[in-house]
């Protein structure tokens, strides 16, 4: 075998190995040894700590939302800035599909051809689309809290994640947790309540 040859197949290995290596780092960790409720318990209390810490953030991803009677995938960008946020959703080619404003004072949402003020985001999405779309927990959903309140069922992996979250009519199903910096962060998970049902696929996380 030539040198030339030598070194383009190590070339190939060494890209083969960071494909497999990056698919690894996208999915959580678990070695699969069962630990005890105690030690679960001890580890999800050691990642809200972390969690809690960031209060800035931005994510990136795709959506697919259905509904009853319609169904369709749109980019999803939201950025938090402690209590102030923007979630962008957009359709096909960018066409804008919602655009969500909120803060102390109040929240905005805009469609294609109107704007609408008031206390929800909720009511207001609603109003606008029809869709049922709970923002305000989603905020805490998507980094894998409970939304504020003490009527949360959560049921744990074994690393201190969150596999499942129940709260307020709402099912969440954390599928992917992905390695953000420090911290493990949701990188795909479902949100179904009755008929609707929404896909969150993380492509990007930053805080």
Same mark, same amino acid.
């Given at each position: 075998?030539g040198?030339d ?5 190590l070339?190939?290995l =060494?890209? %083969?190995?960071?494909?497999i290596?990056?698919?690894c780092?996208s999915?959580?960790?678990d070695?699969g040894?069962?630990?005890?409720? $105690? $030690? ?5 209390q050691r990642?809200? #700590?972390?969690?809690?810490q960031i209060?800035?953030?931005e994510?990136a991803?795709?959506?697919?939302m259905?509904? /009853?009677?319609?169904?369709g995938?749109?980019?999803l960008d939201?950025r938090?800035?402690?209590?102030e ?5 957009d359709?096909?080619f ?5 655009r969500?404003s909120?803060?102390?004072q109040?929240?905005?949402v805009?469609?294609s051809d109107?704007t609408?003020?008031? &206390?929800s985001? #909720? ?7 029809g869709?049922?779309? &709970?923002?305000?927990n989603l905020?805490?959903?998507?980094r894998? %809290?409970?939304a /504020?309140g003490n ?5 744990l992996n074994?690393?201190?994640? &969150?596999?499942?979250? $129940?709260q307020q009519?709402?099912?969440v199903?954390?599928q992917?947790?992905? =390695?953000?910096?420090?911290s493990?962060l /949701?990188a795909? =998970?479902t949100v179904?309540h009755? #008929?609707v049902?929404?896909? =969150?696929m ?6």
């Open positions: 075998m040198i040859k030598y070194f383009s197949g070339r190939v =060494l890209v %083969l190995c960071f494909f290596l990056s698919g780092a999915r959580t960790i070695s040894r069962q630990v005890s409720d $105690e $030690e679960k318990e001890q580890r999800w990642h809200q #700590e972390r969690l809690g209060k800035s953030w994510i991803g795709r959506l697919n259905r509904v /009853p009677g319609r169904s995938t749109m980019s939201w938090q800035r402690a209590d946020y923007k979630l962008f959703l359709g096909p960018g066409v804008t599909v919602a969500v909120g803060n102390r109040g929240v905005s805009s469609t109107e609408r003020y008031g &206390p985001p #909720e009511m207001l999405l609603y109003s606008l689309t869709w049922q779309f &709970p923002v305000s905020r805490y959903w998507v894998g %809290l409970p /504020p009527d949360a069922r959560i049921q074994n690393q201190g994640y &969150p596999e499942k979250i $129940e009519g709402w099912t199903a954390y992917q947790y992905g =390695l953000s910096q420090s493990r /949701p795909r =998970l179904t009755g #008929e049902r929404l896909t =969150l993380v492509n990007s996380w930053k805080y």
